[in-house]
DNA sequence: TTACAATAGTTTGAAGTCAAAGTAATATTT
DNA sequence: AAATATTACTTTGACTTCAAACTATTGTAA
């Protein structure tokens, strides 16, 4: 992520101003949630992949693998991690491509449908996972970059945001991401 | 992205305990919402994008293009773009590339410095911001997926989180990303 | 004045995202 | 039993991101 010099002022805060100015205000809210999420990401994104450079993951495979850890038998189908992910079909095709490039994973046939191809962690991938996330934990999870008092509050609202786009129906909790 | 059935639990809460269960339970609250902030990013970009489609812009086109809209003069540095928008540098030419493709914006030499490229905004480029804004605001920014009352609570709580990844020293605000 | 350092942007390569299209296999309908 | 629909994943192409290296220009130090 670029660094550049720690401006005086908050970027957002004041593009909120231009917006309400531009005869926009009744979006200005929204506008500035939406692009704070966007730099949150940005910033998170970069400390995480930070942290995992030296395992030579990034947080795509990272997270696939550690999907892989909680699952039961260490493996599952590529559509089933695509959907636990929430991401496209092509991603999962190319995420696991990778970590089988590394051999943190190996491709293997569904016993009953051909048309499943499954992902089943190895030895080795299973010692990265573990490795990585103490080092996540330490670098990053630990110290989110909010006071602890705010972490909740963060998840909560974002919690809103996830439901109200269909990721889950209610806070009642059971199975899992990973 | 990839539409998925509504789980009836939050997957990220249950990846919380997870998380506990493995005796990393002093960062799983950390993990959590990392994890719900990469979440929001890719579900709001996904309706960002949505709804910028019709305009041939994406969001990082988007972005770019606003920039110059509340320039003062209308055109800027390609340094100074990225540094406000806070991406490296190859960013901003690919994108600059792509929205003098669409005749949105050109470039221009520097008058005293030939180090420097500008990008100024066409015409074209100005109104399809306004146009791209007014759509962006009526689908995405008046409706963001959180109440009211929410809102300006994760923008502060975010707020932290930039601040602290050195993004602006102070709530006193200035100038603007945009 | 010259040599060296720093700056600005571009190019190349890697990574991950999604849309669309394709291939192969399974499920369903007729 | 055969035809059709659906599913699972892969491939291709577009998009955006960053790291590293490169080229050209300007600023600074000697």
Redesign the interface.
């Known amino acids: 992520?670029?660094r550049?010099?720690?401006?005086?002022?908050?970027?957002?805060?004041?593009?909120r101003?231009?917006w309400s100015n531009?005869d926009?205000g009744?979006?200005?809210?929204?506008?500035?949630?939406?692009?704070?999420?966007?730099?949150?990401?940005?910033?998170?994104?970069a400390r995480?992949d930070e942290a995992l450079s030296p395992f030579e993951l990034t947080?795509a495979r990272y997270e696939a693998l550690m999907l892989l850890v909680?699952s039961s038998r260490g493996k599952l189908p590529l559509g089933k991690i695509?959907?636990?992910l929430?991401?496209?079909?092509a991603s999962v095709t190319n995420v696991i491509d990778r970590l089988e490039q590394h051999a943190l994973v190996r491709r293997e046939r569904h016993p009953t449908d051909q048309r499943t191809t499954l992902a089943a962690i190895t030895p080795q991938g299973r010692r990265l996972a573990k490795r990585a996330?103490?080092a996540?934990?330490?670098a990053?999870?630990?110290?989110?970059?909010?006071?602890d008092g705010?972490?909740?509050?963060?998840?909560d609202?974002?919690?809103?945001?996830?439901?109200?786009?269909?990721?889950?129906?209610?806070?009642?909790?059971?199975?899992?991401?990973?």
């Open positions: 992520m670029a550049r010099p720690t401006l005086p002022f908050d970027p957002i805060a004041e593009a101003r231009n531009a926009w009744e979006a200005a809210e929204g506008m500035a949630l939406v692009t704070s999420v966007m730099r949150a990401h940005q910033i998170l994104l995480v947080f909680f695509g959907e636990r929430q991401v496209h079909p996330s103490e996540l934990n330490a990053v999870f630990s110290q989110p970059g909010v006071g705010r972490v909740q509050e963060l998840f609202g974002l919690a809103e945001l996830r439901r109200s786009a269909g990721d889950f129906e209610d806070s009642t909790e059971r199975s899992s991401t990973f």
